[in-house]
C-alpha cells in the first residue's frame, strides 16, 4: 500500500519541479503527472496536492487535505513512525 501526503504548492520552477509544503518542511516535489497549470491555464501555485515519493499524484480539493492532515496527525498522535510522513526526516 502507498500512501499520499498533502501539500501546498508555494512555489513553482521553470521546470516540472515545485515547492510543497508538508506539515512544515518544505520538499521539492516533481509536477510532471499534474502539470503546472490546470485545463483552464491557471497556474498550480497555491493548490493542494497528494505527494508520493517526490511526485504530485493528483490535486486535490482544501477540504480533503487538511481532513487527511488531520487523520494523520491522529495517527501520529498513537503511533509516531507515522511523524517521518508529516514532519520529514528532522522530527523522526
Not at 516535489?29 to 508520493?52: A, C, E, F, I, M
Request: hydrophobic fraction near 45%; proline fraction near 2%.
Amino acid at each position: 500500500m502507498c500512501i499520499g501526503i498533502p501539500g501546498k504548492i508555494s512555489q513553482i520552477t521553470d521546470s516540472m519541479l515545485a515547492r510543497v509544503a508538508i506539515g512544515g518542511v518544505i520538499r521539492d516535489v516533481d509536477l510532471t503527472l499534474v502539470g503546472k497549470y490546470d485545463q483552464n491555464g491557471n497556474s498550480r501555485l497555491g493548490q493542494w496536492v497528494l505527494v508520493h515519493v517526490g511526485f504530485a499524484m493528483s490535486v486535490i480539493d482544501e477540504h480533503a487535505a487538511l481532513d487527511t492532515l488531520a487523520a494523520l496527525q491522529n495517527m501520529y498522535d498513537l503511533e509516531p513512525d507515522v511523524g517521518i510522513l508529516l514532519y520529514g526526516e528532522e522530527k523522526r
